[in-house]
Structure formats: C-alpha cells, structure tokens
C-alpha cells in the first residue's frame, strides 16, 4: 500500500493550513513521540492518536470554511469579535498529549476545563459579536460534544492510564477551536 506523505516545515506554503489535530513526530515538545517511538510500539499514545476524531474533523471542517471566508472577504468582522476571542481564549488551552497518564482527578479536572471552554463559548452568544462570528459561535456549540456526552463517571471508567477516548477527542476539537479563535482575535 503506497501512502502520500508531504514534508512541511515552517516556512512551506502549507504550513498555516496543517490541521494542528495530528501529532507532531520527533518535535522540540517533551510529549510528542520520538520517531523511534512512532515508528514503533513504545509510544503509549498511539492507541488514542490512530481512532477517528468526528467531532475534531467536523470542527476542522468549520475552520476551513472561516479561514476560506476570511481570505475571499466574504466574513464581516465586527469591531467585538476580536475582544470577545480574546475572553473565550482566556479559558482555553488544550494540547493534552495523546500519552499523559491519568487518574480519575485528572480527568475530573481535564473534563471540568472542556465545560468550562463549552461555557465561555455559550456566553459569548450573548456578547456584542457581528453575524458571522455569532453563527460560527452556533455551529460550534451544536458541534461539540455537550455536558451529556461527556459524564464524567463515565469518562473515568473508561479511562485507563490513558485519558477515555471521548475525552480526548473533545479536547482536540477545542484545541481546534482555540486554533480558529485565535486567528480571529489578531484580525
């Protein structure tokens, strides 16, 4: 079976366009896997990094979509939208290694942060935004996955050393979403 593979580096043309949902191999960043580890099976993060993301690819879906917009300048950018990125990005920060070991307060707290983004999101529906970015606002939170899909009870019986699957896979969407927002805010 033959595979594409494209080298990026930073300064490639397709750098910018790279869905930050895949892992990075051999980088500077402690928790990205060796290529030794990558290429083998030492990596304990490859059990989560292999299963299909929906949800993160749906959101990356969303993204391409604004970033096309904001390029073809069909997106009204409203004086607000970029303070109001700014105040949701306060909460979010989402790059969880695929790898990190957990425990039940672990994932209490990781579980705790997504509601917490989710929340922020919600509330900003409110706040003086243009119609784009207020749509874009809807379609994530329909998007995402909500409070129900991810109990945490459960999330802990499915994790084992490793983060559940679910929550994981939450965590990368947002971390997709807080890629988006913070191309908004510095717009």
């Known amino acids: 079976m033959h595979c594409p593979v494209e080298i990026l580096w930073e300064h490639s043309e397709a750098w910018e366009r790279i869905d930050i949902d895949f892992i990075q191999v051999d980088s500077d960043i402690s928790s990205d ?63 969880p290694p695929p790898g990190a070991v957990v425990d039940a307060a672990a994932v209490r707290a990781r579980v705790a942060a997504v509601e917490a983004a989710r929340e922020r999101l919600h509330q900003a529906e409110a706040k003086p935004v243009g119609e784009d970015f207020g749509a874009l606002l809807k379609e994530l939170l329909l998007t995402l996955p909500s409070a129900v899909d991810l109990p945490v009870e459960e999330l802990i019986a499915e994790s084992g050393p490793l983060a559940s699957s679910r929550l994981w896979h939450a965590e990368r969407a947002l971390r997709l979403v807080q890629h988006l927002l913070n191309h908004i805010s510095i717009r």
């Not at 083998?40 to 979509?65: H, K, N, S």
């Not at 073809?72 to 909460?91: M, N, S, Y």
């Open 33 to 95: 896997p060796s290529l030794a580890e990558y290429a083998g099976d030492d990596w304990a993060g490859r059990p989560l990094a292999l299963q299909a993301r929906p949800v993160a690819r749906a959101v990356a879906e969303i993204e391409t979509r604004v970033e096309e917009a904001h390029g073809d300048r069909e997106w009204q950018a409203a004086p607000g939208d970029a303070v109001v990125a700014e105040w949701i990005l306060e909460v979010m920060d989402f790059a």
